[in-house]
């Protein structure tokens, strides 16, 4: 692997552990040792003489911008100010009422990042300097990330919209405070990111598009803006769309996992020093 493909798996990993960040709206454990790890990775990168480092450097004013938009991330999530991710014991708490927040945290920094590698990927494949192992992985994990996203912010949604609706039943159809709130503060943002993403979507793949757009399709029926299948209720339409997120996550996910390893194996040898360099 040459330095180029170096430089750009690299610059690939920092978006790796920013979009990370969305395993956070998962109702699991969450070890200190795995946030620790992505927090030092993310600090340090920052720092001159690393490739990430070297590019904010190198691209002035728009390269203050991100790293400003970087340090605010880390301060609001990885950080102890951070009222969303908080450390206790061997674990992180993560306080589920600022879901939505931790979305909005991270959907705008992971796209700002991956479009930062598509620039040197596209440049790589036209000057012909790029690994084939690298593009396919970089290609895998597009479709991926559109996918375990839409997956992740639908159970959010789902969520939101039951706790609507049961708002609204007991007003009787009438909107209140606490509606508007739901439908401002919840159920329009998460609309907003996806399609946010669906938009920024770089993959090309009928299988991969036509899921993403069913799950606006979905977002419309919420709205009232389309039309449900004739005798299917929300719980069953949600149920149907998670099914087909979910196992096209795994899908994806096993695909990603091998190339990745594959990539990290051709990372590690080439960083390796040369017998004659170990010498010295």
């Known amino acids: 692997m040459n330095n180029f493909s170096l430089y750009t798996f690299r610059l690939y990993h920092y978006l790796l552990t920013i979009r990370d960040t969305l395993e956070y709206s998962i109702k699991r454990d969450h070890s200190i040792e795995v946030y620790n790890n992505r927090k030092k990775i993310l600090e340090d990168n920052l720092n001159e003489g690393t490739p990430f480092g070297d590019f904010l450097k190198n691209n002035g004013e728009a390269g203050d911008k991100i790293r400003e938009k970087i340090n605010q991330f880390l301060t609001d999530l990885y950080s102890e100010e951070s009222t969303i991710l908080m450390p206790s014991g061997d674990q992180v708490r993560v306080d589920t009422a600022q879901l939505v927040t931790l979305f909005d945290m991270t959907v705008g920094l992971t796209e700002t990042m991956r479009d930062i590698v598509f620039q040197y990927v596209s440049y790589g494949i036209k000057n012909n300097e790029i690994d084939q192992l690298l593009i396919k992985l970089v290609d895998q994990d597009e ?23 049961k708002v609204m039943n007991e007003s009787q159809g ?9 439908v401002q503060n919840e159920l329009a943002k998460l609309t ?29 029926m919420t709205e009232g803006r389309r039309q449900r299948p004739e005798g299917k209720g929300f719980k069953e339409i949600f149920e149907d769309l998670n099914k087909k997120l979910n ?9 990603w996992k091998a190339t990745y390893q594959e ?5 590690t040898k080439a960083s390796q020093p040369k017998p004659a360099e170990a010498a010295n």
């Open 143 to 165: 479709r991926m990330y559109r996918i375990v996203l839409s997956m992740l912010a639908m159970r959010v949604f789902e969520e939101s919209f039951a706790e609507f609706q």
């Open 174 to 182: 009438k909107p209140t405070p606490q509606s508007n709130f739901i």
């Open 192 to 220: 907003g990111f996806l399609r946010f993403s669906r938009q920024h979507a770089h993959c090309t793949d009928n299988e991969t598009l036509d899921l993403l757009d069913e799950t606006l399709r979905v977002l419309e």
């Open 247 to 255: 196992e096209a996550t795994a899908k994806d996910e096993a695909a």
């Open 263 to 267: 990539v990290v194996n051709e990372v």
